[in-house]
């Protein structure tokens, strides 16, 4: 008998962990990972350590502190166009990636199906395995940052129960319009569907392109899970300070789930992103020049360095195709742009349905980065060619 459970037997450390590591061990320049290693908000970091200080080290409520829920409340409303109850539909997670678990335990049973959008968020998928799920798989075309509304469509059947967006997206840069969100509405509604929307990237958007929360369209509040956090936003990816907001009735089944599953989130890192969500706006608007910046850059050094990269419209990762280089497939061209330049890019079939074939021509990057380890990043890049 095997000793190791069915649902972890074809589970193994992503693609993404795996190049940091091989990153690591020649001294690289890590494009592949999300780290985000920018300085974070003196807010937030003034927050924890005041916390941690005044011997904020007791559990907070399952659903995390009210006083954070409630300021979550607020931004929902003022950023978002959302209304949530602190109190009956918000709950502080471990991390974005932990609301999504939670949210998929209180929602789905083994043998239910339900959507990802390829190129897709690789937490996701396993989450989704983890779980008993199946996934099946609708497209974006990285050529039109468009939904391919026929796959998405072809997907649906019997035991489809929901389908998971991420906007912006990563890894693909799509930001999903208000057009695709009430195509994504009538949808839902007809196949009796629940949406799972990932948003952690909310801000980070370009083109003068704004970012519109699922759940503010006709017929998707009642059966959308918002899915946010801030690690992204703050800096602080391993603090993992998330959020889920959800009808009442499925948030008391997923407050339950993060309890058994965490019991709460880290409460001085909570007290730590309370103080943070006091930034001025003027945060938000530089964070997203900067990242516009960042964009303009890589993307310029891809194509300088014989890459055909499909510029995003938000979040900080870009997929590009590297076919004019000449190497065979993406793992072999990871290793050997890793060899090469000793940067570190994610193979891109890791965002696609194993086994498909589909994204073996391409990288993603990631350029959420200081802009000096950017600018040798981009010079490496450029000398490919």
Not at 127 to 156: N, Q
Not at 259 to 278: E, F, M, S, T, W
Request: hydrophobic share 40%; net charge neutral; aromatic share 8%.
């Amino acid at each position: 008998m095997s000793r190791i459970a069915d649902r972890m037997q074809h589970l193994v450390q992503s693609d993404i962990r795996r190049l940091t590591i091989e990153c690591d061990k020649v001294g690289g320049i890590n494009l592949g990972q999300g780290i985000c290693d920018l300085p974070t908000h003196p807010l937030v970091k003034q927050g924890a350590i005041e916390a941690i200080e005044g011997g904020k080290a007791i559990y907070t409520h399952a659903r995390g502190l009210i006083e954070l829920r409630r300021k979550i409340s607020e931004k929902l409303h003022e950023f978002n166009g959302l209304t949530y109850d602190p109190e009956t539909e918000l709950c502080v997670t471990v991390g974005s990636s932990g609301a999504f678990a939670c949210s998929v335990l209180a929602t789905l049973n083994p043998g239910d199906e339900v959507i990802l959008v390829e190129p897709f968020y690789g937490y996701h998928l396993n989450t989704l395995i983890m779980a008993g799920i199946k996934p099946v798989y609708g497209r974006i075309d990285l050529s039109t940052m468009a939904l391919d509304r026929s796959s998405i469509e072809a997907s649906i059947g019997k035991r489809t129960r929901g389908i998971v967006i991420c906007t912006p997206s990563n890894p693909g840069g799509m930001v999903y319009s208000r057009e695709d969100l009430q195509w994504l509405a009538a949808l839902a509604v007809k196949h009796d569907l629940l949406v799972y929307s990932d948003e952690i990237y909310e801000y980070i958007t370009y083109d003068g392109l704004k970012h519109i929360s699922a759940a503010t369209i006709d017929g998707l509040r009642e059966r959308t899970m918002t899915l946010g956090g801030y690690s992204k936003t703050f800096s602080i990816t391993g603090w993992r300070i998330g959020y889920l907001a959800a009808p009442a009735d499925i948030m008391d089944k997923a407050a339950v789930a993060s309890d058994l599953l965490y019991i709460c989130a880290p409460h001085p890192l909570q007290r730590g992103v309370l103080k943070g969500l006091n930034a001025p706006p003027q945060y938000y608007e530089d964070m997203r020049k900067d990242y516009a910046t960042g964009r303009q850059m890589i993307c310029e050094a891809l194509e300088a360095g014989g890459f055909r990269p499909f510029w995003p419209k938000g979040s900080y990762y870009v997929m590009a195709d590297f076919s004019e280089l000449g190497w065979a497939d993406d793992k072999s061209a990871s290793m050997e742009l890793l060899k090469r330049a000793k940067i570190a890019a994610i193979p891109g079939s890791a965002f696609y349905e194993p086994g498909s074939g589909r994204g073996s021509k391409l990288l993603r990057f990631c350029y959420a980065k200081e802009l000096p380890v950017l600018e040798e990043a981009c010079k490496r890049l450029r000398e490919l060619k």
